[in-house]
């Protein structure tokens, strides 16, 4: 089973940009659509953006829609999460789940296949 590892979550400003990464070493990344998750203190996992294995669809929160961008380069394998226009109710872990094969739209928690372990986004007003 393939291991993801988020990187690239920090400290920002309300306004700020930054980008979060999520990376597997395995030869079976490019079968794995990607979805891109959250998780505030005392709230459950929220899905945030998702990515099909090819790259060829993607999807969005009503939340972020307009100001975070997913995309994937699967020969690096690596997927992207660009946040822009931050606000300080995106403070949250995020995690990168992985689910083999499928070809939808819609991304649930329960449905990963794997996780990573999380990275810290912490947006300050």
């Known amino acids: 089973q393939v291991q993801f590892v988020e990187s690239g979550g920090g400290l920002v400003r309300a306004g700020d940009s930054l980008r979060v990464s999520c990376a597997a070493s395995?030869?079976?990344?490019?079968?794995?659509?990607i979805g891109w998750f959250r998780q505030a203190p005392g709230q459950e996992r929220e899905f945030v953006a998702g990515?099909?294995?090819?790259?060829?669809?993607?999807y969005y929160a009503d939340s972020v829609k307009g100001r975070f961008t997913v995309s994937r380069d699967n020969a690096k394998g690596t997927v992207w999460l660009q946040m822009n226009s931050l606000k300080p109710e995106d403070t949250a872990v995020y995690y990168c789940?992985?689910?083999?094969?499928?070809?939808?739209?819609?991304?649930?928690?329960?449905?990963?296949?794997?996780w990573g372990k999380g990275t810290l986004v912490t947006v300050s007003s």
């Open positions: 395995e030869h079976t990344f490019g079968q794995y659509s």
């Open positions: 789940g992985g689910q083999r094969y499928y070809s939808g739209g819609v991304y649930f928690a329960k449905n990963m296949d794997s």
């Open positions: 990515i099909s294995w090819s790259g060829g669809s993607t």
